[in-house]
């Protein structure tokens, strides 16, 4: 739209400019069916072993690898520089900066071996670690492997604007407008690389994500790959959940699979575990918040009669108030009360009435082991 906005800028003719301008205005509000985002070239890499002269476009080691400079002048293990967004001019120690190359222009990478671990002596089995940008990587891999790789799996960075996270999650600005633009086109031009990869008769393209770029990237996949039967699942990545300020605790990630050509979902063993009561993940029934003690809540200290011979609840008590000391409350022949005690002895609660918990019964979500109660 800006190169649009500046070529009407040069009408001569001032009706005919605000008629036009009038007229691009409307198509620009115009809702687009799909998914929708301009191809920006916003990336720079860095050559480390490229020498630093006067005339080249470089960066601080240390810092964003998009915030340029040109090097005007060298003097004494010194670089006189001048920052291309504001045009300020700076000195720094050669050792402090990097030869850099915007995407697009001409790069020829190369691999260059640094170590190797030997094989165990019965095993042919043989694995390359590539260290390098992604996009340069994908390109290399493409001369020899295109159409030839069965897996492929991309973990990107998020766009969560966090710096902490193994790959640059401050890829774009948080406060761009173009943020989520950017981090598609950022995503486009390595996922066309992976196809050209991908093996077309059987094979599939796994991609990590999280809720910022889960639509985005969805749509996207759908657009690549028209082909290919693609379907997201949840991953379980903290059961007790990730807090986060003003928003709803974190407990999953997504992962997009991109099934291309024949494939087959194989079952593990295990797959059946709902039906057969394990690796179930089960959360304690008693409340383990140091406020929720017994006279916070009457109601939800009672005793649970557990079953001696079958470790099943036999029958569930009614609520004991705080005045009552537990021991003295009615035994159930065959059974042991369980209440809701830390092991140092504070009285804590159930999670929930008696009622709720009879219920719970019933429906068989309450599980209970040896040495522990506890409930889905």
């Not at 998914?35 to 860095?46: A, G, M, R, W």
């Not at 109601?299 to 537990?326: C, H, K, M, W």
């Amino acid at each position: 739209m800006a190169a649009i906005n500046d070529l009407i800028s040069r009408i001569q003719d001032p009706e005919l400019r605000a008629q036009i301008q009038a007229e691009v205005n409307k198509l620009s509000r115009q809702k687009k069916f799909g998914l929708v985002f301009e191809n920006h070239i916003p990336e720079c890499t860095p050559l480390y072993e490229l020498p630093v002269r006067v005339g080249t476009l470089v960066a601080k080691k240390d810092g964003s690898v998009n915030d340029l400079m040109i090097v005007t002048a060298i003097t004494e293990g010194k670089a006189t520089c001048i920052y291309q967004k504001d045009a300020e001019t700076v000195e720094y120690p050669l050792d402090q900066l990097v030869a850099v190359a915007r995407f697009g222009e001409p790069i020829y990478p190369y691999l260059q071996p640094i170590d190797t671990v030997c094989n165990a002596p019965d095993s042919d089995l043989w694995h390359t670690l590539i260290q390098a940008d992604n996009y340069h990587a994908l390109q290399l891999l493409e001369y020899l492997y295109a159409g030839q790789v069965d897996c492929i799996y991309i973990d990107p960075p998020y766009n969560t604007g966090a710096k902490d996270w193994k790959y640059n999650n401050d890829y774009v600005d948080g406060a761009d407008s173009y943020r989520h633009s950017k981090w598609l086109s950022f995503m486009e031009k390595r996922l066309k690389l992976a196809k050209r990869l991908l093996n077309p008769k059987d094979s599939v393209l796994i991609v990590t994500i999280d809720e910022k770029e889960y639509l985005h990237l969805g749509c996207l996949l759908e657009e690549m790959f028209p082909e290919a039967h693609i379907q997201m699942i949840s991953s379980l990545t903290a059961r007790s959940g990730a807090a986060r300020f003003n928003s709803f605790s974190r407990t999953n990630e997504f992962i997009y699979f991109v099934m291309v050509g024949s494939y087959t979902i194989t079952p593990i063993e295990n797959a059946a575990y709902s039906q057969e009561g394990e690796s179930i993940h089960w959360r304690s029934f008693r409340r383990g918040n140091p406020a929720n003690i017994r006279p916070s809540r009457p109601s939800q200290f009672y005793a649970l009669y557990i079953n001696t011979e079958t470790s099943l609840i036999q029958r569930v008590g009614n609520p004991i108030t705080p005045d009552v000391d537990r021991f003295s409350v009615e035994q159930e022949p065959g059974c042991v009360a369980v209440f809701p005690v830390r092991d140092d002895g504070t009285e804590m609660m159930w999670s929930v009435t008696p009622e709720a918990c009879r219920h719970l019964v019933e429906k068989g979500y309450i599980n209970t082991e040896p040495s522990n109660l506890t409930y889905i």
